[in-house]
């Protein structure tokens, strides 16, 4: 091999390294991109969980009457509680004391709790 074929394979094998030197830098780039851009979502999906609480406000009383259910009540009462209904119905009984759903009497009381969310 002459020295220009050297030369000639040695700036073949040069351009090639630097080919995929600048190839693995952009590829290093963009998959560090992709990873700030995920952990600024995540951070952002956070930031908005925290400020979204969701709190009692207070409690409504009404008065049962016939043909009334407490799940009634919790599809009329449930509002912006974030849980399901049957849970808002289970909040009821608990702050009422009911064992026994199809057993409320009528004329009897019943608290309700209210809630609302706040953005913090």
Known sequence: MTG??????????????EKYRALGGKLLRA???LLAIACLLSLLLLM???LEICYTVGEKVVTVESGDTVWDFAVAYK???????RSYMAKILTRNG????????VGSKIILPIYRYRFG
Do not use: C, H, N, W
Request: net charge negative; hydrophobic share 30%.
């Open 4 to 17: 220009l074929e050297q030369k000639t394979l040695a700036e073949r094998y040069f351009t090639e390294a």
């Open 31 to 33: 998959v560090a991109g």
């Open 48 to 50: 908005s969980r925290q």
């Open 79 to 85: 509002g912006e509680y974030p849980g399901g209904l």
């Open 98 to 105: 009911i064992e026994d759903p199809e057993k409320i009497a």
